[in-house]
């Protein structure tokens, strides 16, 4: 019985064997036949074929005569022929890979067949005392597993650590895109929430800018050390010129007039509501160190920088007055003496109005209380011994012709000496560097920026082939270097703006000949368009996204789409306007406008989208140096002298309203806050707004 | 023929399959992204595309009645009939079936993303079918053991047919391997919880084999499975599987189960080498008892080890937040987007013009991905609570002697495929008996 066992076992393992082998031949023939296919199968087979080539050049002959159809019909042949081939291809892949596979199946069924009929059961030794089996292996077992446990948390640190280097710098990037662009979204399409009961709502043509929330960042992007401050300086002589600047004539003593206390504007008292982490795409949520001390709220109220947020000169209230008179006190609220001459615009935030003075001999920043006009402190900036040389510069442009700038925490000033200052609020000084003397032949008149928790520093000076014009970004808590950018451009005197536009936040420069934007988050440059030569003082002025510049009275405004890359000189610039181009004095845009005020008083209105000129309106030997301002529906021209036009543009032309007088000269542009316009003239320092 | 050249032939045969393999990868078809382009006249009628017909829902039926049938059959054939070569032969009709006709979809391992997504997305609803496939099997382990693994599933069919000679993996490497299978588990649950990717369908090593297409490198990693899975016995199965996790869980506590011996073990040791699985437990003897204290130091330690363990997968696993999201496409959008904002992709892809194209802010689309980040914080802390808690587990029961007298199979790792039945002598006895009462008969009825 076991040998006819054994003898039958013997033939199914043969015949379990032979099947195997016929199988496995079958299998090889079929793998052999696919595999030449596959060979002869390139990856884009019909770009090789030969009838690929045949049709392409039947196609290129097929656009000269489009009505060829003879041609027509030897390309459909053609075409046929190469689909008919390649699904012949598909269907002999398919075919062969499904008789592979069952070929294989086959082989390896009778193999294991064979295997197991020739299978032979284990013979053990005896063992001669029972063995502790487990012992043998489960201290190895505990080993293995803890070491397992080890490589799991190897790879998730090796996973996570590399991601912290870019923590920090991905999530700085990326808050500031996404809290800037969020709280941009207030100001440009729910004006209305910025007020409360009672109140105006905000200006609709609001600016679409960002750059005064402070983002949650640990640390600057990339990590940037610092670098130490510029303590030399060069004594070159600064060249004068005949040439107008903005004429910023010194301030004279004033009585300043007692007004009553009056209700405090909302402070910055409210606790910060602590940010979204940000995007963080590739890496952990880094941990806040510092709170944005700014609420959407606040930020719409506030007035920054020069011409306020993005630089636009537009007011996010239009309640107003536009009626004043300085001398009879008309409308005005307060009004305080300044200490220091200067030209420098105030800017209003948390209630502070900030103002910069400075003569030969120091330099000094002035807080105010909003409300009263109280001069709440004031101070002397630190300065190197190289940075007391006397500047020689034009007395249009003094040394204090830069405005600050504040992110609501802290308020920067810079001196046409290159000494640069930032406070707190109650006066503290953060940090003081000096950048040195710059090489600027009517001194340095270039004010400030802000964008979140950066301080833009423009710095442009000398010629473009001593590479000494810079664009630097400070952390304007600490002083140190974010990102710098030196630019191949001379000496001007324009503001950067900082903008929302496609989809990015930019900084936008003008000089000559470049116009420039770079990202605001790290300073990489984004588009760039050439501009005639000349020398460079209104700053540009953007509205969605295009940005206007009017680079030189010589030379004609540009309008150009921001959402460019590299030299976008042909390709971005949707408009020029020829005429009546500003020397001095920054254009204004909306949406549908760009008006643009020359220092002689000549008032030109653009449609923003087509470039048409609309009309222009002389206002008769009205020289201004300040930069028009928006407020509602009416311009706001201040003229040299103290008188301000009110004017009411619209498509056909321009209505003068009225002619308000502020009493004394002014040459510096206004700030508006609820209900109120803070003007620096030539000694005070005036709040006007209707009394009660 | 003779042993040598029978020898010979064997190892040729043996290594066939793995030039077949070679070939078989080179010769399937690789997909191909770009589409047969279309003739560039106006006039050329472009045909219609059309789509399949959804299945018919008699299909669904027979699949549901054919997984019934076969885990019962699978049942029937480990527990009462214990017949190696039933199992066998319905492994392999279920390859057929499942594997190769419904080209391995929907199995159960993939049925619990399924079941996931369902449970934490209220936008998703698993069918009837698929709860039915995926909770099926589980009852049955509850019943006997893993008797879906045996014979019904396709993928263990597939790797049980190409165990051809099996080799011993030690069981110190076995044990710590197996905890993968429960890290896979957890990262699948994760990622299907968040509606990110359903990994084990992804990385699913088979599926290409059982559709005869699919990309180069997944075809290469079904080779490399088939290649392994020649000389040691099981590795998806065994080293990864997810749903086997789950089964090994439950067929521990399962109310029957396959024996080794039909009745009573012998204490033979034929059956030591007879698992190529390593799921037979040998038979333990009481330490000694200069061992016992160290051996409680040592559990207790364990013990205190194990929330430190629990704590530091916790903590790593919410560290690991980001990466994990990564997987999410939000945030993949959203990390393409901020790359072509800045610069960094100098083109854009067609995922981001598409969204562009939406007109959605892109500080939205930060939020939300901001939003599923803060979901992986619970849920990577929630996974890294569940690895370190295995871990523990595992430690802590290898340093638990537990008494055994007889041979048995491990009820977490034994597969029910009735490879040991062959080695044992009470299994041929019964069979022997069986026969001689044939005969027996036989001869009273001559």
């Not at chain 1, 689909?83 to 062969?96: C, M, N, P």
């Not at chain 1, 220091?340 to 105030?346: D, K, Q, R, T, V």
């Not at chain 1, 032949?441 to 001593?466: C, E, I, M, T, W």
Request: net charge positive; aromatic share 8%.
């Amino acid at each position: 019985m076991s040998d006819q066992l054994m003898t039958s076992d013997l033939i199914s393992c043969r015949l379990a064997m032979r099947t195997a082998a016929v199988a496995a031949v079958f299998s090889l023939v079929i793998a052999a036949l696919l595999f030449y296919e596959f060979l002869h199968r390139s990856p884009y087979w019909i770009k090789d074929h030969a009838q690929t080539v045949a049709i392409d050049v039947l196609k290129a002959a097929l656009k000269q005569q489009p009505d060829n159809e003879p041609l027509q019909e030897e390309i459909r042949k053609l075409d046929q022929q190469a689909r008919d081939e390649y699904f012949r291809q598909q269907a002999f892949t398919l075919s062969g890979a499904g008789l592979l596979c069952g070929g294989i199946i086959v082989s390896l069924v009778a193999v294991k067949w064979a295997v197991t009929l020739r299978r032979k059961h284990p013979q053990p030794l005896p063992a001669s005392t029972p063995q502790d089996w487990e012992a043998s292996w489960t201290p190895a077992a505990r080993w293995t597993v803890g070491g397992l446990f080890v490589v799991l948390a190897a790879t998730a640190t090796g996973l996570i650590l590399p991601l912290y280097g870019r923590v920090a710098e991905t999530s700085d990037a990326t808050a500031r895109q996404v809290t800037a662009a969020s709280e941009d979204k207030p100001a440009t399409k729910e004006p209305d929430k910025t007020a409360t009961a009672g109140k105006p709502t905000p200006s609709a043509s609001a600016p679409a800018a960002s750059g005064l929330v402070k983002a949650t960042a640990t640390a600057p992007a990339g990590g940037m050390p610092a670098p130490p401050p510029e303590k030399v300086v060069t004594k070159e002589k600064v060249a004068t010129s005949e040439r107008p600047t903005r004429e910023r004539p010194p301030r004279e003593e004033s009585i300043r007039e007692e007004r009553p206390p009056r209700e405090k504007i909302a402070t910055n008292a409210k606790p910060a509501k602590p940010e979204k982490t940000p995007v963080a795409v590739d890496a952990a949520r880094p941990t806040a160190t510092k709170v944005a001390a700014f609420s959407q709220e606040e930020l719409a109220r506030a007035w920054p920088c020069f011409r306020g947020r993005g630089g636009s000169g537009i007011s996010p209230y239009a309640n107003v007055p536009d009626d004043w008179d300085g001398a009879s006190g008309k409308n005005i609220l307060w009004k305080s003496p300044v200490p220091l001459i200067g030209n420098s615009s105030p800017v209003v935030v948390a209630g502070h109005i900030f103002l910069t003075g400075a003569d030969e001999n120091k330099r000094q920043v002035f807080c105010y209380d909003a409300a009263s006009g109280k001069l709440l402190w004031q101070r002397d900036v630190p300065s190197t011994p190289e940075s007391r040389v006397p500047v020689k510069l034009t007395d249009d442009t003094g040394y204090a012709a830069c405005t600050m700038a504040s992110d609501g925490r802290f308020a920067a000033a810079i001196f046409a000496n290159g000494d640069l200052a930032a406070y707190d609020l109650d006066g503290k000084l953060a940090w003081s560097q000096s950048l040195g003397i710059p090489d600027n032949p009517y001194g340095h008149a270039a004010s400030l920026s802000v964008y979140k928790d950066l301080l833009l520093v423009p710095f442009d000076q000398a010629l473009p082939k001593a590479a000494r014009s810079k664009l630097r970004a400070l952390d304007i808590a600490t002083g140190k270097t974010v990102w710098e950018r030196v630019r191949e451009v001379p000496s001007s005197w324009t503001t950067p703006i900082v903008i929302h536009a496609a989809n990015r936040d930019q900084v936008v420069t003008a000089a000559s000949p470049w116009i420039i934007a770079y990202d605001a988050a790290d300073g990489k440059e984004l588009w760039r368009v050439k501009s005639k030569q000349g020398d460079v003082a209104p700053s540009p002025v953007s509205a969605g996204d295009c940005v206007f510049v009017p680079v030189d009275a010589n030379a004609p405004l540009l309008a150009i789409r921001a959402d460019g890359s590299g030299d976008v000189t042909a390709t971005k610039v949707l408009w020029r306007g020829e005429d009546n181009t500003p020397d001095i004095c920054s254009p204004l845009a909306t949406e549908e406008f760009v008006f643009l005020l020359t220092s002689e008083g000549m008032v030109t209105c653009y449609d923003a989208h087509k470039g048409d000129k609309l009309w222009e309106e002389d206002l008769n030997e009205f020289k201004c140096k300040a930069s028009p301002s928006l407020v509602g529906k009416l311009l706001y021209v201040f003229g040299e002298a103290g008188k301000c036009w009110i004017l009411e543009p619209s498509r056909t032309g321009l209505k003068r309203v009225r002619q308000a007088d502020l009493g004394e000269p002014c040459v510096t542009c206004p700030a508006f806050q609820d209900g109120r316009m803070i003007v620096r003239g030539k000694k005070n320092l005036f709040c006007i707004g209707k009394r009660p | 023929m003779g042993n040598e050249k029978m020898r010979k032939l064997r190892t040729i045969l043996l290594t066939a399959p793995l030039l077949l393999l070679v070939a078989m990868f080179l010769s399937a078809r690789t997909v191909r992204a770009d589409l047969f382009p279309t003739p560039e006249f106006s006039n050329h009628p472009i045909p219609q595309t059309q789509t399949p017909a959804p299945r018919m829902p008699l299909q669904d039926y027979l699949d549901l009645g054919y997984l019934v049938a076969a885990m019962a059959a699978a049942s029937f054939l480990a527990v009462k009939v214990r017949s190696r070569m039933g199992l066998f032969l319905l492994s392999i009709v279920s390859l057929a079936w499942l594997g190769f006709w419904r080209k391995g979809c929907v199995c159960p391992i993939g049925a619990i993303q399924n079941v996931t997504q369902a449970l934490c997305d209220k936008d998703y609803a698993a069918g009837w079918l698929v709860i039915a496939i995926f909770a099926l099997p589980l009852v049955f382990t509850l019943l006997f053991g893993r008797t879906f693994c045996a014979s019904v599933c396709p993928l263990g069919a597939v790797q049980e047919i190409v165990a051809l000679r099996p080799v011993q993996v030690p069981t110190w490497i076995d044990h710590a391997l197996g905890l993968l299978a429960y890290v896979y588990l957890g990262a699948a649950v994760l990622f299907a919880a968040t509606g990110s990717a359903w990994i084990i369908c992804r990385y699913d090593p088979f599926v290409g084999l059982f559709r005869l297409t699919s990309s180069a490198w997944m075809l290469a990693l079904s080779g490399g499975f088939l290649v392994v899975g020649l000389f040691i016995g099981r590795p998806y199965c065994r080293w990864l599987c997810p749903y086997g996790a789950i089964l090994a869980l439950l067929s521990r506590v399962s109310w029957r189960h396959m024996t080794i011996p039909p009745e009573q073990c012998v204490q033979c040791r034929l059956c030591e080498e007879a698992c190529p699985y390593g799921a037979i437990q040998r038979p333990t003897v009481a330490p000694p008892p200069t061992a016992r204290t160290g051996a409680r130091w040592r559990l207790l330690g364990m013990l205190a080890l194990a929330p430190l363990l629990i704590a530091a997968a916790t903590y790593l696993g919410y560290e690991m937040r980001s990466s994990l999201a990564g997987l999410h496409p939000t945030m993949q959008l959203a990390q393409q987007i901020r790359m072509e904002e800045s610069g960094q992709a100098k083109t854009r892809t067609d995922a981001t013009e598409a969204f562009r194209a939406t007109g959605e802010p892109v500080e939205s689309l930060y939020e939300r991905a901001d939003a599923i980040v803060g979901k992986f914080a619970w849920g990577g802390s929630i996974l890294g609570t569940w690895i370190g808690l295995v871990f523990a587990a595992k430690l802590v029961q290898l340093s638990i002697r537990r008494r055994r007298v007889d041979y048995q199979p491990d009820h977490g790792a034994c597969v029910s495929c009735g490879r040991c039945f062959w080695y044992c002598p009470e299994e041929h006895a019964q069979q022997a008996l069986i026969t001689l009462q044939k005969l027996e008969q036989q001869e009273n009825d001559v």
